[in-house]
Nanobody
């Protein structure tokens, strides 16, 4: 299983970025899976940002991104996206995508066992 993030970089506060995560190696990413995004800032623990259950399309968002970030999944491309708007310096972190057979919209990193390598997002003030 391989997850490859792209789309990170440097952006000014108030700007937008779209992160992508291409998933390969599964025989098929079926509707039983949940895809998710996490982030980890220097000196802090990894925290959940958002997740999407592929079957029900039910989503979950951390309070600190509600109203600013959205999550989506392209079934044809087996790719998940994190659309980040109105970015703040506090959003600066390494962002990770994850996928697993999670039967609820969990933002706990411990329930995911398939991870991307991470991508840096830096928001300048």
């Amino acid at each position: 299983v391989q997850l490859v993030e792209s789309g990170g970089g440097l952006v000014q506060a108030g700007g937008s970025l779209r992160l992508s995560c291409a998933i390969s190696g599964f025989r098929s990413v079926s509707v039983d899976y949940t895809v998710a995004w996490f982030r980890q800032a220097p000196g802090k623990e990894r925290e959940g940002v958002s997740c999407l259950m592929l079957g029900s399309r039910r989503t979950n968002f951390a309070d600190f991104v509600k109203g600013r970030f959205t999550i989506s999944y392209d079934d044809a491309k087996n790719t998940q996206y994190l659309h980040m708007n109105n970015l703040e310096p506090e959003d600066t972190a390494i962002y990770y995508c994850a996928v697993d057979l999670v039967l609820r919209p969990s933002l706990h990193p411990g329930v995911y066992h398939n991870w991307g390598q991470g991508i840096q997002v830096t928001v300048s003030s």
